[in-house]
């Protein structure tokens, strides 16, 4: 599956490996996420690799796996509980 994955494009297989990539931003002192329409061309680009990683993961499952899994928000979780 990995180099299924990578042979698709290596940054896809980095959101399995290392998590999402999140946009954050600065507000005063705290660091937070940034809400989707405020993300920039380049943050949603980066974002979409996680999800292409989650349709690549769940088109790979029987049904079974796909429930167990179904609940996760991000790939790396996905990957983590099968």
């Not at 299924?4 to 660091?31: L, Q, S």
């Not at 974002?47 to 991000?74: P, V």
Request: glycine share 2%; with cysteine; charged share 35%.
């Amino acid at each position: 599956m990995k180099l299924f994955i990578e042979a698709i494009d290596i940054v896809v297989w980095d959101a399995i490996e290392n998590g999402p990539f999140i946009p954050m931003k600065k507000d005063g002192d705290e660091i937070k996420e940034k809400h989707w329409s405020e993300w920039s061309d380049e943050e949603k680009k980066r974002a979409q690799h996680n999800y292409r990683a989650k349709n690549i993961i769940t088109s790979a499952l029987s049904i079974d796996d796909f429930f167990r899994i179904s609940q996760c928000k991000s790939a790396i979780e996905m990957w983590d509980t099968l």
